[in-house]
């Protein structure tokens, strides 16, 4: 499969052939990468990246934001877009693929929390910030409906699964 992706603000083609056995040959910009990976969680994978001989580990961190996804890999955020659905996308299609449930992508900090127990938020509203490894991540209302519970505080060390917040959804109040 070919994508055409904006990595870091910089255009790059990638060129992915998967394979049977949880690894995969990618080609950016006309390198080549092995790459072998064991998923962890929905939000986590273990990656083994051999290049011109040099194998390095990662764990690797997937987050949704409105713009794609956000990727955390050895201390380093990457916001990745596909630049073929880019300008076919609006507000509301962005946030379509949010989990139901809000929890962080990674071990992480609370460090903001916008809203209250009993309040109404929209699908896509911010709800929750967390930070892991400097670098600070906002997590989304799944759909619309009613804050019930906030399961955290500012400061709390949170990990992926924890729900952090719960919000009972618009239909079934």
Do not use: W
Not at 35 to 48: A, E, F, L, R
Not at 62 to 86: H, M, T, W
Not at 114 to 142: C, R, W
């Amino acid at each position: 499969m070919e994508y055409n992706l904006e990595v870091a603000q910089q255009q790059r083609h990638v060129e992915i052939e998967t394979q049977e056995d949880q690894s995969l040959k990618a080609i950016v910009e006309k390198n080549l990468y092995d790459v072998y990976y064991h998923v962890i969680s929905d939000s986590q994978i273990h990656m083994t990246v051999i290049n011109n001989g040099k194998e390095k580990k990662a764990n690797a961190y997937v987050a949704s934001c409105p713009e794609g996804k956000i990727i955390f890999i050895n201390g380093r955020q990457y916001q990745v877009c596909d630049l073929e659905g880019k300008g076919n996308r609006n507000k509301k299609n962005m946030v379509s693929d949010l989990p139901d449930q809000i929890t962080p992508p990674m071990p992480a900090i609370v460090v903001k929390i916008f809203v209250h127990v009993g309040d109404i938020v929209k699908k896509g509203q911010n709800v929750i910030a967390v930070s892991a490894m400097k670098m600070e991540t906002t997590l989304y209302a799944p759909f619309d409906g009613t804050v019930t519970q906030i399961n955290c505080a500012i400061n709390d060390k949170v990990a992926p699964g924890q729900i952090l917040v719960e919000i009972q959804k618009e239909g079934d109040l």
